[in-house]
């Protein structure tokens, strides 16, 4: 400390003429004012979203490599590159040059495994990232757009994630697009002609990597850029939230300022990902092509999945049992595929309308910056543990062939387990996790009223022999009593002297949340405690 | 039982929120007695706080960590020289994606490390609070933002003058359709699908041939237990639509024992002497379905787990394809080699909406 | 993640060299002396002898389910005309004898003398005639590994992955990997379709195109994947694991250590 003061003046001079002059020409120094020292609060789940934020940095520049490299074409060529079991075999130009990026050109491998796993870095932070902002209720006011507009995020995600995994027009994704294909024709009225405009004429045709990577690398990349700009600029708005603790509140937030500490946390962990992905990148292979080898119509291999983000799609297709289309009217109604795409719609429906039915059942129109502890939701808890289960099994139902092999099982066992998982799974899910969050609830208050068990027996003058608790200090207890808890909803008449419909609705679906309710322990309830223990 | 709207009012504890003096806490229990925030705690100083030597230490780790990552970048400018690539050795391909990437990853990691290591134990140890105002702003600036519409409103007439109002409604929602008409030449302006999707290149007499080579099969050459992927002959010497005709006439032939195979009463004459031909293309999505077991006759598609039993005409069995595969009638020519009676009697591949 | 980390395991360049070299020591090297001979050899008095050593070790140790004679029983099939490369490739694979009924016969230690496989298969041989254990210059992987690859995706990659990482079938059974067998093996289980899998012919696959697939498959065992580990080489899923496990994993842990006070 003592080395910064003796040079603080000559450093601060330089600092201060550079900021100077920058903020003549662009008037930044009321922002710098405004948000550098800021306080941004601390935790590792705050991190997460930064993870997807880094990860598609990475996807972007590494990204901006490949396409100086790589051919949208579907022309027809005869390979003639470095690898020798591909020589000669007629192939698309796409397929061609991604194989001179992975063979012929120094570091081109290294940057497309870079590219790719960072992509699927990029999906799963943003899953994570999601469930973070679930169960901690961080979407609540005033953050129900951002929810939204991450949610979004995570769709476009995906679809960037598809669109760039179908480019290099291999065999493992020519049949994913096969797979879209078939999908697409068996939405009704709409998908015969969408599949043909898609492909431009019959599947495969020669113009769906071209068509693909303008949006890969134009359209989605705009949109994702633009979402995630907006997405950071609520953050800033919003300040972050924080967790309970001694001295936060809804009306502060506290942490390391945004200079230096926060800025060099995030910067340097900007770093470790981008470092992270290099060494995945220069040690484990990552979507072999030259294994796949070009697409044609005719071979597959087994063990053809799509990458892990599509893979509940995939599975939910593997789980409907045979038969179900119908021909009816004259017309092929293809419920095997209607189904899942349905049930996976509405599933993200849910998801990205979360936010919006739980203000709406508990009526509560004030800010939230305090997350929750996920056992004080135990309702919402519940139900994203069912989601995560619904979720899960779709997602091993992708991958129920490798599953069968590698646990010696059979496909057709591991199929009706994960129908049954998919099905029954959500509602013991629920159940268990809504119980464990209760019982971590009812233990939280036996802390506050009665100490933490210290493990130290003692024998009362009685011969009694009693164990010793050890008390709570205000800080820590603090942080096991400070949340709410909501009471359902007494219907009450409007002013017409009229119950809605919606109101039924609402009182029941607030029943259904908060009947089993447990409440913080209040000073009065502690008073009470001690009075007894003291008798 | 909390009831709305009326519980928060004169019970507001010390820690709830405060968006507005009016938002509601709708069905939040706010107990009178509830405990009251302590305040902060007392801070704790670092390791690097309190012992000068722990703080030099950290210095040097971080400045360390910084000139390691010099080293990495370096390495990493050596490694793609010292590890050419050199044509037809993948080898070396592989040592330099894993020497280039070592050097480039320690490089990134060391600064990564050494930046945070510098924000945690060198910067000095400072939390802030700050306050939070209501996402709103105050009530003086909404009500300007309202007046600032309202006046808006009044002088366009945008809510008065209902005829302009609507008709503008009218023709924004109408001009987007042509751009959905330019969609139309996405696909080739002369083609339609359905009479496309309905037919393939197999035809009376074409030759069921081995792919990829394009060699005819003779009857006498599938001997029993095999399966031969086949392609219809002369596919190989298309211009165009290469692809997209193997897309749709993929077809897998298989002999099996005359006495296992139950045929159809109107099929019993598209087989011969137990070889069966049946499309490629599975009916659910459209994935090739090639995995063929030669003692229980099924045929299982690896994408999603359909099953289909040829000694069945191909009817499901497990999986979620609802149709089984269509079959191929197929014959002998003069010369004995296997001959398409027809082309498939139905669409092959995935179900589309006009197919019935 | 356990069994992924085996597999890696298993597809140790060591272990492949290794088990090449096992294989075409004791079973190519051996086999090109006594397969160069064809029918004429059968009838000299070596192979007579031969044949009746293989007689008795069929009669001690395959004739509860196959017969006295071969003829096949309700536990095991005829062998009549399967050929020595059947039995080549079942016994010297391990696959038999079975050591119990179950959905397919497993690969487990080998229990004969290469020996000893011999004089079953040509026992088995001179019952009925059948694919003979294939020539030398078949199976040593010395043709075009791009004809082969193109053939290996259409014949073979469905049901062993395009990698030959092998792949699940229906009710249990499935196809087992190619990282470590022989090409003599690959090109008997070509020819006789062991278990479930279909029979390859010469019309439908040339004696040449079988050299080249066997070819391909040496070019993957011999050549690592340039991109670094494989992950089991079964694609996405092992991908998508692997960077919840352990790229997530290790990055969530260092979000814990930045947030961490300072110690």
Redesign the interface.
Known sequence: MSTATTNAPQKRSFTAAASVYVNERTSLAGFVKELGRKAFPDHWSFLLGEVALFSFVVVLISGTFLTFFFQASMVEVHYDGSYVPLKGVEMSVAMASTLDISFDIRGGLFVRQMHHWAALLFVAAIGLHMLRIFFTGAFRKPREFNWLIGFVLFVLAMAEGFTGYSLPDDLLSGNGLAIINGMVKGLPLIGTWTSFLLFGGEFPGTAIVGRLYTLHILLLPALVVALIAIHLVFVVVHKHTQYAGPGKTQQNAVGPPILPIYAAKAGGFFFIIFGVLALIASLFTINPIWNYGPYDPSPVSAGTQPDWYIGFADGALRLIPPGWEFVWLDRTWSFNILVPLIAIGIFLVLVAAYPFIEAWIKGDKREHHIADRPRNAPTRTAIGAAGVTFYAGLWAAASSDILATHFSLTMEGVIHALQFVVIVGPFIAYFVTKRVCLALQKKDREIVLHGYESGRIVKLPGGEFIEVHQPLDEYDRWRLVSFESYAPLMIRPNARGRITPAQHVRAALSRWFFEDRIAPVSRGELEASHHDEHH | ?????TSGADLVAA?????APA?????????A???E?????PH?P???DENPER?KR?QRTVYTLFYLSILGSIWSIAA?MLF??E?????M??L???????G??????????????????V??????????H??GGSPETQAAAVQVFQDSDRESGFTRRTAIRNSLIGALLVFPIPALVL??G???QD?L??P??SHTMWKKGTRLA???SGVP??AA?????????V?PEGLQDLEH?K??E???A?VLL?RLNPDELNEREDRKDWSYDGIVAYS???T?????V???????H?L?C??????FDVANHCE????????ALPQLPIAIDDEGYLVAQSDFTEPV???????? | MNRQKRRTGRRHPLATVALLALGLVFTGGAYAAFSTGTAQAEADSTSQQTIEEGKKLFQANCATCHGLSAEGTDDGPSLVGVGAAAVDFQVGTGRMPMQMQGPQAQQKPVQFTDEQVKQLAYYVASLGPGPDIPADHLTNGGGDAANGAELFRINCAMCHNVAGAGGALTEGKFAPALTDVSGVHIYEAMVTGPQNMPVFNDMNITPEDKRDIITYLKYVQDNRSPGGFELGSIGPVAEGLFIWIFGLGAIVAITVWITAKSN
């Not at chain 2, 039982?1 to 709207?5: I, L, N, R, S, W």
């Not at chain 2, 938002?23 to 107990?31: D, M, R």
């Not at chain 2, 044509?87 to 080898?91: H, I, M």
């Open positions: 039982m909390a009831q709305d709207d820690d709830s929120s405060h968006a938002a509601s806490p709708g069905t939040a229990v706010i107990a007695d509830a405990f925030n302590p305040g902060f705690p704790r670092r390791v690097t703080q950290a793609y050419p690539i044509s037809n050795d993948v080898g391909v592989r330099n994606n894993m020497f280039f990437g070592l480039a990853a320690l490089a990134l990691l060391a600064i990564g490390f050494g930046v945070v290591h510098w924000g945690k134990a910067m000095t140890d400072v939390e802030l609070v700050d306050e939070r209501p996402i969609f139309r996405f696909a080739p083609q699908p359905v496309l999707l081995l792919d990829p099969i003779r050459d599938v001997t029993i237990g095999s399966a031969f992927h392609i639509g692809l997209e193997k897309a749709k993929a298989m490629k293309i599975c659910h999505v459209g994935c090739p090639a995995l063929y077991e030669q003692h229980t099924h299982l690896p994408c999603h787990q359909s099953q499901v069995i497990f999986g979620p394809a609802a149709r591949g995935p179900s589309f909406w006009e197919r019935h």
